[in-house]
């Protein structure tokens, strides 16, 4: 079947199982030293809502990720014309990224008009928006998957077409157990362990609670406090109390930087492995220019 893929999605997935510790079957996670890589710093881009880490580079962004979709629709395009179905290429697509939402929200012009939710995909702007939970848009299905001549047509063409489709480069799907998912996993959960992470996380929850929100109960690391999922106004209101929170205490420069050391570190006791995966994305990436460019 076709697969959105949403990248923020994804990294706040990461970052929330290494916190929390809910990966089920997870191997262990190395020590990571991170005293070397104290100057290592996050980039932070609050014009394109980006946040750029030592790891970055080693999975696609979203650009270099929409160039391998919708490489491999093109390829998927003839063949599922072949079995009487047209692949709707905006489905096929990866959905733009409206922020980075690895630390949490932190636009006040989405909060403004979505609270937590994402905005609108704009390719199916009448769609329902996101979830304010984690970030990851929860209507966003194609409505061709509803056809099962569709779906069995995509299924059958992406067999044949398996030695030719491109790897998809996300986190989570390099491999849990790869060099790029274990690293994002031991650097988000070592870095939260750190006083620096949680003197941050305490004065943005202080300064919640100041101004008359508090935390999920039982939850003391969600990224989200408690919203009124009923009162659009309502969760509008604290989402820019949120914002407001993080901006006084900056909070997401000084997550991002923390984990960035971690993250640093761990490159260091990996470069090779990581080395070979980043040439293999970046190849892919080329490749899928080309097949764009010849449409076949």
Not at 153 to 158: E, I, L, N, P, V
Not at 163 to 189: C, H, I, R, W
Not at 224 to 234: C, G, I, L, R, Y
Request: glycine residues 8%.
């Amino acid at each position: 079947m076709v697969k959105i893929h949403v990248l923020v999605g994804v990294l706040t997935g990461l970052t929330l199982v290494a916190i929390t510790g809910c990966s089920s079957g997870s191997p262990e996670q190395e020590k990571l030293d991170a005293s070397n890589y104290s100057s290592v710093k996050a980039k932070v881009d609050p014009v394109n809502l980006r946040i750029t880490l030592p790891l970055t580079p080693y999975y696609v962004d979203n650009d270099e990720d929409v160039a391998i979709q919708t490489a491999n629709a093109t390829l998927l395009g003839p063949c599922m014309s072949a079995k009487g179905q047209q692949l709707d290429m905006s489905d096929a697509i990866p959905t733009p990224l409206p922020e980075d939402r690895r630390y949490g929200i932190w636009n006040k012009v989405n909060a403004e008009n979505y609270g937590y939710e994402l905005p609108p995909d704009p390719r199916h702007p009448s769609g329902p928006a996101g979830s304010a939970s984690d970030g990851v848009p929860t209507g966003s299905q194609p409505t061709n998957l509803k056809s099962r001549d569709y779906g069995l047509a995509y299924t059958g063409c992406s067999k044949t077409l398996a030695d030719k489709m491109l790897k998809d480069f996300t986190p989570n799907q390099v491999g849990t157990d790869s060099e790029v998912s274990k690293g994002l996993l031991a650097a988000a959960s070592q870095a939260a362990g750190t006083d620096e992470w949680k003197a941050a996380r305490t004065e943005w929850i202080n300064c919640l609670s100041a101004n008359g929100v508090s935390m999920p109960a039982g939850k003391p690391d969600s990224w989200v406090p408690v919203v009124s999922m009923t009162d659009k106004q309502s969760q509008i209101k604290t989402a820019l109390t949120d914002i407001d929170c993080k901006e006084k205490t900056n909070y997401i420069k000084r997550l991002a930087d923390i984990d960035a050391t971690f993250q640093a570190a761990y490159i260091g006791q990996h470069e090779s492995a990581l080395n070979r995966i980043k040439a293999d994305k970046d190849a892919a990436v080329e490749k899928a220019k080309h097949i764009i460019a010849e449409g076949k």
